[in-house]
T-cell receptor, first 112, second 110 residues
Framework: DTGVSQDPRHKITKRGQNVTFRCDPI?????LYWYRQTLGQGPEFLTY????????KSRLLSDRFSAERPKGSFSTLEIQRTEQGDSAMYLC??????????FGPGTRLTVL | GQSLEQPSEVTAVEGAIVQINCTYQ??????LSWYQQHDGGAPTFLSY????GLEETGRFSSFLSRSDSYGYLLLQELQMKDSASYFC???????????FGAGTRLFVKA
């Protein structure tokens, strides 16, 4: 157990709906990452926070995706107007170092 | 851009030793990380090499050769529970983005 929690663990939604996921890292994790993973692939970087500052965001990410980490603790990832191609596992990882990341259990999103 | 290559699948027998290779192409380099992921689970950090050589942690060891842009993960005394996917990862040059390989699926047979 890495101490990183994510909620919900599963989300089923209809195309066009908005969804929001939450990640709670442990207090020592000043760095927080969001990834997307599809079957048979490695995690794909979405965005990075250092404390409350969002320092990097994937250029592959459309404007429908947004993330926040308002107090440098928990983080949320919102997907607006979901599409079937958004179906994936969304992983959050925390850490005190970029090279050692501790992943949460993930949120599996299914868009119908 | 940066890319990593690793074999898609490896099969080995319980009790044996297996090596999972990773080659990378980067314009800059900080170090190579390894993660394990069981089916339905999240990736778990295994090791990180910033300098050339072998790092040992129990049954798992990781090796890096910066001059060859190559690393490997060595698993000894294989157990059935080692059946999982293994990912190598590097940090993007000049940023915080972490790039993962597509993963190597390890099957351990009795």
């Amino acid at each position: 157990d890495t101490g990183v929690s994510q909620d919900p663990r599963h989300k089923i939604t209809k195309r066009g709906q908005n969804v929001t996921f939450r990640c709670d890292p442990i207090s020592e994790h000043n760095r927080l990452y969001w990834y997307r993973q599809t079957l048979g692939q490695g995690p794909e970087f979405l965005t990075y926070f250092q404390n409350e500052a969002q320092l990097e965001k994937s250029r592959l990410l459309s404007d429908r995706f947004s993330a926040e980490r308002p107090k440098g603790s928990f983080s949320t990832l919102e997907i607006q107007r979901t599409e079937q191609g958004d179906s994936a596992m969304y992983l959050c990882a925390g850490g005190a170092s970029t090279d050692t990341q501790y992943f949460g259990p993930g949120t599996r999103l299914t868009v119908l | 851009g940066q890319s990593l290559e690793q074999p898609s699948e490896v099969t080995a027998v319980e009790g044996a030793i297996v090596q999972i290779n990773c080659t990378y192409q980067t314009s800059g380099f900080y170090g190579l990380s390894w993660y394990q992921q069981h089916d339905g689970g999240a990736p778990t950090f295994l090791s990180y090499n910033a300098l050339d050589g072998l790092e040992e942690t129990g049954r798992f060891s990781s090796f890096l050769s910066r001059s060859d842009s190559y690393g490997y993960l060595l698993l000894q005394e294989l157990q059935m529970k080692d059946s999982a996917s293994y990912f190598c990862a590097v940090r993007d040059t000049g940023g915080f983005k972490t790039i993962f390989g597509a993963g190597t699926r390890l099957f351990v047979k009795a």
